[in-house]
């Protein structure tokens, strides 16, 4: 069911999505500054190439003293924003019984969009 849920999704908007992470991410890594900021926005994007039958997990180190600062940055930057279009998203596909299983995936988007740093999509 993830299979068909997936390909469902990817048809539907995913793709694009997934595809701008991973540019904005790319472009992100054009500054060193950028690279851990990057590299997180390439982990939502290809987390959200194929979000069904995954779930988000925290890491062991997730609220180390950098990892909390990163988010921090990232919540303020970025984070909001992302989780905000994941919200809207989500809250759109519940009008139709079939897009709530699409809109169950945006939900579980929305905290690795917050806090992206010391958590992973498995």
């Given amino acids: 069911m993830s299979i068909f849920g997936n390909v469902i999704w ?3 908007g995913g793709l694009i999505a997934a595809l701008g992470y991973i540019l904005g991410g790319l472009l992100l890594c054009l500054t060193v500054i950028g690279i851990p900021f990057g ?4 982990k939502i994007g290809f987390a959200t190439l194929a979000p069904f039958g995954k779930e988000v997990v925290e890491m062991k180190e997730a609220n180390s003293t950098l990892r909390i600062l990163f988010n921090l940055v990232w919540l303020i ?3 909001w924003e992302i989780a905000l279009a994941h919200l ?3 809250l759109i596909l519940t009008i139709t019984v079939l897009g709530i299983p699409f809109a169950k995936q945006h939900f579980k988007l929305i905290p690795l969009s917050l806090f992206p740093f010391g958590r992973s999509l498995i």
Avoid: R, V, Y
């Fill in 10 to 12: 990817l048809i539907f």
């Fill in 77 to 79: 930057l970025f984070g």
């Fill in 88 to 90: 809207l998203s989500a």
């Fill in 39 to 42: 590299m997180q926005s390439m």
